[in-house]
């Protein structure tokens, strides 16, 4: 697996950083005052599958009673490199009327999941709806689109690792990379 890297973009390392960081300030800011209508309970809801190692450093550096809401959505089947559309494939939020939600997703591409999932969340009655995401990349679909919190910005290229992937593999390089050409034909 390691042979199949092309470059490291962003080492563990300066994830956990940013990761702690993010935390420390989604921490102040759902720590009662600063709560939207003076609410004290957060929602969180990791979009599935890429966000699930982001979120689940993340919330254990959240010291808040919080709750978890799990969402699939598929954006990139199989050995796509470039988003097919966003499509819900799984709802398993409890009841989310009232309740203040924070999306985590992996990476703010299109804008294509946030813009499907956030109204979604409104309908079903949540309070309020914020998003994380841990990177955002440079195309104007990405920086057009509204989120609450980012950790990276890189480059538009075709990133894995931390969760990301690339037809379901690599989601456990503890980095965030770039794939060789020739790893990307092989595992397509
Ligand atoms: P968007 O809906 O186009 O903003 O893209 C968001 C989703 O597409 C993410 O949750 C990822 O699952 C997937 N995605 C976007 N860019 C990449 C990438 O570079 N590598 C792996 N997955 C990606
Ligand atoms: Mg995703």
């Given at each position: 697996m390691q042979g199949d890297i092309e470059r490291v973009l962003i080492s563990q390392d300066r994830i956990a950083r940013r990761v702690r960081e993010l935390a420390e300030q989604i921490t102040a800011d759902h720590t009662p005052p600063r709560m939207p209508d003076g609410g004290e309970e957060i929602t969180i809801v990791p979009i599935l599958t890429g966000a699930f190692i982001f979120c689940g450093d993340l919330i254990r550096q959240i010291p808040l009673p919080i709750q978890i809401g799990l969402l699939t959505v598929s954006s990139?089947?199989?050995?796509?490199?470039?988003?097919?559309g966003s499509q819900l494939?799984?709802?398993?939020?409890?009841d989310v009327r009232g309740h203040h939600v924070l999306l985590i997703d992996d990476i703010l591409d299109s804008g294509g999941t946030i813009k499907l999932v956030v109204p979604l969340l409104k309908e079903l009655g949540a309070a309020s709806v914020k998003s994380c995401v841990l990177l955002r990349k440079d195309r104007p679909a990405a920086k057009e689109t509204v989120v609450d919190y980012v950790g990276f910005e890189i480059p538009d290229e075709f990133v894995v690792g931390y969760g990301l992937d690339y037809n379901n593999y690599?989601?456990?390089?503890p980095d965030i990379v770039t794939l060789r050409a020739e790893a990307i034909e092989r595992k397509a």
């Open positions: 990139y089947p199989g050995s796509s490199l470039r988003t097919q494939l799984g709802k398993q939020l409890g690599y989601r456990n390089l």
